[in-house]
Every structure is written in C-alpha cells, then in structure tokens.
C-alpha cells in the first residue's frame, strides 16, 4: 500500500523544539521531492518547506526561515522536519506530501501523496 505517515507532534510550550517524521512505504520516497504542509483551524493549508529528492534543494517560508530545518534519509524513506524556537502561531496539523521543490516553492507533483497528518500544538 502506498502511503505516508507522519508522526512526531505533540505538546510543546512556546521556545520548544519538535522533530517530525514523514515515512513512506509502498514505493520509493527517494524519487521524489517532499514537502511539509500545515493548517491552523480556521486557517489556510500552507506550504513550509520542501526538500527535492536528492536534498540539493530546498525551500523555506519566511515565518519558519532560521527555526525549522528539513532533512531527509533515503535509505530509510523518511523525510524529517526539525521545528525550533516554536510559537504559538506554529500550532496546526502538520501534513508531508511528495511535491516538486524548488528554490522558490512548492509545486504539486504527479504522485500527490499525502499524509494523514499529525497535530502540533505549542503552549505553556
């Protein structure tokens, strides 16, 4: 089954740091570029960050530039994304889907794959 999960979220208080994983199974994450989506309630979904497949490039948006930082392992099909310095405003569910990753942003891509989502919540 082709899938992607994400885990990793929980409680942090506002100045904490979070690392969430994104796994794949079915097929070869190596492939393809991932990105990281959130959406706060009541919000739009948001793309943050994106790495391309081979880690040559990624993208950052500016409200997480300098505190989240994405990496991935390809032999182990995960893709990772280490949020520093957490605010209230971080608060969401935070969702991984293959995406095409350039130097200026997200694009969707063939696959489309997404997570079910995994819920970050900061406060004290």
């Given at each position: 089954q082709v899938q992607l999960v994400e885990s990793g979220g929980g409680?942090?208080?506002?100045?904490?740091?979070?690392?969430?994983?994104?796994t794949a199974s079915g097929?070869?994450?190596g492939t393809y570029g991932v990105a990281w989506f959130r959406q706060a309630p009541g919000k739009e979904r948001e793309g943050i960050s994106c790495?391309?497949?081979n880690s040559e490039?990624?993208?950052y948006t500016n409200s997480v530039?300098?505190?989240f930082s994405i990496s991935r392992?390809?032999?182990k099909n995960m893709v990772y994304l280490q949020m520093n310095s957490l605010k209230p405003e971080d608060a969401?569910?935070?969702y991984c889907a293959t995406s095409v990753c350039v130097q200026r942003g997200i694009w969707p891509d063939a696959l489309n794959k997404w997570g079910q989502g995994t819920l970050v919540t900061v406060s004290s």
């Open positions: 409680l942090v208080q506002p100045g904490g740091s979070l690392t969430l994983s994104c097929f070869d994450l790495v391309n497949y490039t990624t993208y530039k300098g505190r392992d390809n032999a969401a569910v935070y």
